[in-house]
């Protein structure tokens, strides 16, 4: 998608549904008209097992008629299709009942200025070719195959993938925001032979926004498979109260269970652990997260969120203070609240300066989490029941892998128990978690 013709064409189709709409009756119309081009390659044990290269094309539209609000898509882009689609879309929300907090974002809300470049497209995408993408999947499998004890490994699955974005959203009052990505991903999961008989699996995978800042897959693969290869002999621990400590990759899952509570839905309806402590302190002096949409190549970036509002950074939590809602435009108006932005973008922290290995080196008795299985997350109570691998610390070192454990509690709980950020933000996920350390938590086992 290096030409500009494709984009200016999905305005043109934006802009022509908008009018169609107005003249219909709608008195407010958003629309966004998306092109999307992704391939992926499967590379398993030694030959391509799937190919995928699609290119989709979107519309959807909110509509805003006579006090009563739907939203609806399309992909179907034929011009008398379209208008078919809107003309029936505008009669459908006509029956449906009014809400009067439904209406477009304020124009003051909207970006103010000229927009900073985020780096989220690299031009170099569309000369990316067959032959280096199955390269990089060889490439995955090889190196993992190449590691010490890969006799015990018994199937390899790499995949590759790309995907380049682009598309407009436009408002009938005046608003226009423009937006080009791509993305780029290695990804190899590996399953070994345990001596019983198990077959534990394990994976790495890596993100970026330009194709060039990838790590190599080779060194993708290796890790993969060393990760794999050491849950041979996973056990379950015996129940205690411990340190645990969780790496970056897997801590994801802690913080995203946390986010869930931070919506303006979930605040208006009853359904946050978090309702009526804004300002109350909800965690450890340590917890200090904004929200920041600006980060230069970041994976959840953007110059504004999926109405329109204008991307600023957004302080969550500061010293453990709850400071901020992710609050959209209708729950603001329904709640009385400030509209802030409807949706995560990329989180920020205060770091420490210590990571997971050193971090892991000051516990004597304790268990580093490298993974959440299952479980569930009640964002009314905060209570969680979380299944984990990993393995046992003891005197500052690893031991034995562990498998098959549960921790369990409750958020208000656990946050505050927060002994240590480490130095070392996930890079491949929107989240940017840190190794993160909590002190007392029970760990059930055998």
């Not at 008195?27 to 398993?44: C, G, I, Y």
Request: charged content about 20%.
């Amino acid at each position: 998608m290096s030409s500009h013709g494709p984009d200016a064409a999905l305005r043109d189709l934006g802009e022509a549904a908008i009018a169609t709409a107005r003249a219909l009756g709608a008195q407010q119309v958003a629309v966004s008209a998306a092109l999307e081009r992704e391939t992926d390659v499967q590379w398993r044990d030694g030959g391509i097992e799937k190919l995928l290269q699609a290119t989709s094309r979107s519309l959807s539209l909110d509509l805003y008629v006579d006090g009563r609000y739907a939203s609806v898509a399309t992909s179907d882009l034929r011009p008398t299709a379209v208008q078919r689609f809107v003309a029936d879309a505008v009669a459908l929300t006509r029956t449906l009942a009014p809400d009067p907090c439904r209406r477009l974002p304020e124009p003051e809300l909207w970006p103010q200025g000229p927009a900073v470049d985020l780096g989220l497209e690299d031009p170099t995408c569309d000369a990316r070719t067959a032959r280096q993408r199955r390269d990089d999947a060889e490439a995955l499998e090889a190196a993992a195959r190449a590691v010490p004890g890969a006799a015990r490994i018994l199937a390899v699955t790499a995949t590759v993938s790309d995907s380049a974005h682009a598309s407009w959203r436009l408002h009938s009052d005046g608003f226009a925001g423009h937006r080009r990505s791509t993305a780029f991903w290695l990804a190899c999961e590996v399953s070994v032979q345990d001596p019983d008989g198990r077959r534990p699996e394990e994976s790495h995978a890596v993100a970026h926004r330009l194709q060039e800042r990838l790590p190599a897959a080779a060194a993708v693969g290796a890790l993969a498979a060393g990760r794999a290869l050491a849950r041979i002999g996973s056990r379950k621990g015996t129940s205690e109260v411990l340190t645990v400590v969780v790496d970056p990759r897997a801590a994801g899952r802690c913080v995203g269970i946390l986010l869930g509570a931070l919506s303006a839905a979930a605040l208006q309806q009853k359904r946050s652990f978090l309702d009526g402590r804004t300002g109350q302190v909800v965690g450890s002096p340590l917890l200090h997260v904004a929200d920041d949409p600006l980060v230069v190549h970041g994976l959840g970036s953007r110059h504004f969120d999926g109405e329109g509002l204008a991307a600023r950074r957004l302080p969550l939590f500061e010293a453990g203070v709850l400071r901020s809602w992710y609050v959209d435009t209708y729950y603001g108006r329904k709640l009385d609240l400030a509209p802030t932005t409807g949706r995560a973008s990329n989180l920020a922290w205060r770091l420490g300066t210590d990571d997971c290995t050193a971090l892991t080196r000051n516990v004597a008795e304790g268990v580093l989490v490298t993974s959440f299985l299952g479980g569930n997350a009640n964002a009314t109570t905060g209570d969680f029941s979380l299944g984990i691998q990993g393995f046992r610390i003891r005197a500052g070192a690893l031991a034995e892998p562990v498998a098959e454990m549960n921790v369990a509690g409750n958020q208000l709980e656990l946050w505050p128990r927060l002994a240590a950020v480490g130095s070392d933000p996930y890079p491949y996920s929107a989240l940017r978690t840190p190794t993160l350390v909590f002190d007392a938590v029970a760990v059930a086992g055998v």
